[in-house]
C-alpha cells in the first residue's frame, strides 16, 4: 500500500530524562508479557502429550483429539504453547483450551493442529484440556488432562529505567483505577487501533524476586495519531482515553486492555509504564519508570498498511534511533507479541 500523502500531526518531546526520573525507592524487576486475548511468547523445552480417553461421537464421524505443552513445569509468569491436534488431520474449525473450567482460548485448526501461546500466574497445579468443536464431517472430542506445575520464579534481572517524558498526568481522580483504558473515564471517546492486551509481573530483584503486591502500575501513550489525552498542549484537556492504573495482585500482575499507539516526531512507538511501591496521589517519587517498545517491522507495517495508522505515513524515527530505547533502556524492554494486526 503506498504511504498516505495526509501530513501527519507533529509534535515534539523534550529529551528531559533528568528532570522527569524520579530516584528509586525500592529496586523492581518485570517480567513483561505482551498477548493478544491470552497469548504470550513462546516457549520452548521438553513436550509431554496426552490423547483423547474417549472419543465423543454424533452423527459424524468419530474424532480425537491430542494435547500437548513445550513445558510441564514452569515458573510464574514464564511463556509455553500448548498444541492441539486432531485425528482425523482433515479435521477443520475451533479447538478451546481449558484450565479447570476456565478458557484460556481459541485456536483455529491448519492441517489437524493449532497451538496456543500462553502463561500462566497462579503458582500450584493446573489440569489443562483442550476440547474440539467439531464441524460437518467430524465429531467433537476432548483431550485427556495435561497437568501442569506452575512454581515461584527463581530468578529475575534488574529492569532497566527510562524517563518518564513530559505526558504524565495526575491519576487520582475516580476512574482512573481500570484495566480498560480504551475510553474516557465516562466511557465516551474510544480511541481505534489494533488491540492489544499487555500483561505485566511486578518481581522484587532483591528478594528472592518474590512477586510484588500492592504496586500500583500506571500506564499511558498517545493513541494511532499521535496524540496524548489530558494535555493543553494537544487541546485533550477534557479527555482521559489511554490512561489508567491498576494494582498488582498477589502475584506481582497487572494486565490492560487498549491499543498498540501510534508515533509522533522525535520519538519512535512506546508505552510509558510507572511502578510506585509507596503510592500517594501528592508525590510521585517513591516509584520507578520504563517504556516498552515494538518491533520495528511491526511498526512498520502499521504506518504504511493498517489504518488507522497509515493515515500518518511512516515514522523516520526508528527503535535504533530512539534516545530512550538505545541509550536508556539499551533495546532491553522490546515486547514480544503474538496475534495478528486483524485480529489483536
Not at 510509558?272 to 511498526?299: A, C, W
Request: glycine content about 10%; hydrophobic content about 30%.
Amino acid at each position: 500500500m503506498p504511504e498516505s500523502t495526509v501530513e501527519p500531526r507533529r509534535h515534539i518531546e523534550h529529551d528531559d530524562s533528568r528532570e522527569w526520573c524520579p530516584p528509586l525507592d525500592r529496586r523492581t524487576a518485570l517480567r513483561l508479557i505482551a498477548m493478544s486475548t491470552l497469548a504470550a511468547v513462546t516457549g520452548c523445552g521438553g513436550s509431554t502429550a496426552r490423547t483423547s480417553s474417549s472419543a465423543i461421537t454424533g452423527g459424524t464421524t468419530t474424532s480425537t483429539t491430542t494435547l500437548s505443552a513445550s513445558k510441564t513445569t514452569v515458573e510464574q509468569g514464564a511463556p509455553l504453547t500448548l498444541t492441539a491436534s486432531i485425528a482425523p488431520s482433515a479435521a477443520t474449525g475451533a479447538v478451546t483450551f481449558h484450565d479447570g473450567i476456565t478458557s484460556l482460548g481459541t485456536g483455529t485448526l491448519a492441517s489437524g493442529t493449532t497451538t496456543l501461546p500462553t502463561s500462566f500466574s497462579t503458582i500450584g497445579t493446573h489440569s489443562l484440556t483442550a476440547t474440539y468443536a467439531g464441524d460437518t464431517t467430524y465429531a467433537a472430542s476432548t483431550s485427556s488432562a495435561v497437568t501442569l506445575t506452575v512454581g515461584a520464579a527463581s530468578s529475575c534481572a534488574e529492569t532497566l529505567e527510562g524517563e518518564e517524558g513530559p505526558y504524565f498526568v495526575d491519576d487520582s481522580a475516580s476512574g482512573y483505577l481500570r484495566s480498560n483504558i480504551l475510553s474516557n473515564l465516562d466511557g465516551t471517546s474510544t480511541q481505534q487501533g489494533v488491540p492489544l492486551t499487555l500483561t505485566l509481573y511486578v518481581f522484587d530483584s532483591q528478594n528472592s524476586c518474590v512477586p510484588l503486591q500492592g504496586v500500583q502500575v500506571d500506564i499511558w501513550h498517545c493513541n494511532a495519531q499521535g496524540v496524548y489525552s489530558a494535555e493543553g498542549s494537544e487541546s485533550t484537556t477534557a479527555d482521559s482515553w489511554l490512561r489508567g492504573y491498576h494494582i498488582t495482585d498477589a502475584t506481582g500482575k497487572v494486565q490492560f486492555t487498549t491499543i498498540i499507539p501510534g508515533w509522533y516526531q522525535g520519538r519512535t512507538t512506546h508505552i510509558h509504564l510507572r511502578f510506585r511501591s509507596t503510592y500517594d496521589e501528592t508525590d510521585t517519587s517513591g516509584s520507578n519508570t520504563m517504556q516498552v517498545f515494538f518491533d520495528q517491522m511491526l511498526i512498520d507495517n502499521l504506518s504504511t498498511s493498517v489504518s488507522p495508522y497509515s493515515t500518518e505515513g511512516q515514522n523516520s524515527t526508528t527503535n535504533a534511533g530512539d534516545r530512550v530505547y538505545t541509550d536508556q533502556e539499551q533495546g532491553t524492554t522490546l515486547l514480544t507479541l503474538s496475534g495478528s494486526t486483524e485480529a489483536g
